[in-house]
Nanobody, 123 residues
Framework: VQLVESGGDLAQPGGSLRLSCAASGFNFTRYAMGWFRQAPGKEREFVAG????????SYADSVKGRFTISRDNAKNTLWLQMNSLKPEDTALYYC?????????????????WGQGTQVTVSS
């Protein structure tokens, strides 16, 4: 299993970024996927999750209304569109594969993690 994130960058407050995750080595269409993040000195936290078909999504309260998770099962790709970025969104963002068709807000529900892509929001 490989999960390769890209798209992290330095952004200004109020700006936007789009993270991508290229997945390989497993049947992408059978599993939920998600995004977690970890800021320096803080615990890793759930950001967003998406059902195997894309028909159900979930977001942390801190990003609801600003971030959108989506997937293309034909391309084995997961995205996270991040709008209205805030300095508190600064973190290393991880693409994660669930161990079932359902997303989970707990890290225990995911069995593979990417290496992460850095998002920094600062003026």
């Amino acid at each position: 299993v490989q999960l390769v994130e890209s798209g992290g960058d330095l952004a200004q407050p109020g700006g936007s970024l789009r993270l991508s995750c290229a997945a390989s080595g497993f049947n992408f269409t059978r599993y939920a996927m998600g995004w977690f993040r970890q800021a320096p000195g803080k615990e890793r936290e759930f950001v967003a999750g998406i059902y195997w078909s894309g028909g159900s999504t979930s977001y942390a309260d801190s990003v609801k209304g600003r971030f959108t998770i989506s997937r293309d099962n034909a391309k084995n790709t997961l995205w996270l569109q991040m709008n209205s970025l805030k300095p508190e969104d600064t973190a290393l963002y991880y693409c994660v594969k669930a161990d079932s068709r359902w997303w989970s807000v707990s890290a225990a529900g995911y069995d593979y993690w990417g290496q992460g892509t850095q998002v920094t929001v600062s003026s």
